[in-house]
């Protein structure tokens, strides 16, 4: 089992850009798939972006290619979400995934609690 804390979260300007941070618990991180998610107000929670276990492939929803980068240091158990050139339809809590099975997550088995990311134009 993995728990999952996100951080940098934020409000910042159209343009700008944050990184977000998910510390994970636990001695088997690098077996895990991590990934992001958003929910924005009124909408149904989306994908943002995944990494595999070895940090080898990476995926990324049409929205924010070019834009996010993910990343992830596994002796430090953490995954990153860079985000640069952030614009309003940004702004969403966004949630750290983790599934040991699929590298896209297309179900994770882990969730974190989420962190605000709001971007004002």
């Known amino acids: 089992q993995v728990q999952l804390v996100e951080s940098g979260g934020g409000l910042v300007q159209a343009g700008g850009s944050l990184r977000l941070s998910c510390a994970a618990s636990g001695r088997t991180f690098g077996w895990y798939n991590m990934g992001w998610f958003r929910q924005a107000p009124g909408k149904e929670r989306e994908f943002v972006a995944a990494i595999n276990w070895s940090g080898g492939r990476t995926f990324y929803a049409d929205s924010v290619k070019g834009r996010f980068s993910i990343s992830r240091e596994n002796r430090k158990n953490t995954v990153y979400l860079q985000m640069n050139s952030l614009k309003p339809e940004d702004t969403a809590v966004y949630y750290c995934?983790?599934?040991?099975?699929?590298?896209?997550?297309?179900?994770?088995?882990?969730w974190g609690q989420g962190t605000q990311v709001t971007v004002s134009s």
């Open positions: 995934a983790a599934d040991p099975h699929n590298e896209e997550l297309s179900d994770p088995n882990y």
